[in-house]
C-alpha cells in the first residue's frame, strides 16, 4: 500500500513537474530566440525521475518496515 501511495504520488508529481516547467521553459525559448522550442533531453529528464522515484521508495519503505515490525496490538495496549 506504501509503495502503491508513493508511486502515484511520484507519477502526479512528475507530471505536473514536467507540465509547468515545459510552459515556463517554452515562454523563456520564445522570449530568448523567438522559436518555442524547448531543449529537453529524455535521458537526462529520465535519471531524474528515476533518482526521485529511488529516493521516494526508499523514504516510505525504510519506515514503513519499522512502523510495521511490531504488532498493532502491542502498539494499542501499551506495552
Known sequence: MLRTETLSVL???AALGTGIALAVLT???IGMTGSAAPCVLPL???AVVGVAALLALVATA???RFALRT???EVAAGR
Do not use: M, Q
Open 44 to 46: 537526462v529528464s529520465g
Open 27 to 29: 515562454a523563456f525559448s
Open 62 to 64: 525504510l519506515p514503513g
Open 11 to 13: 507519477v502526479i508529481s
Open 71 to 73: 504488532r498493532p496490538v
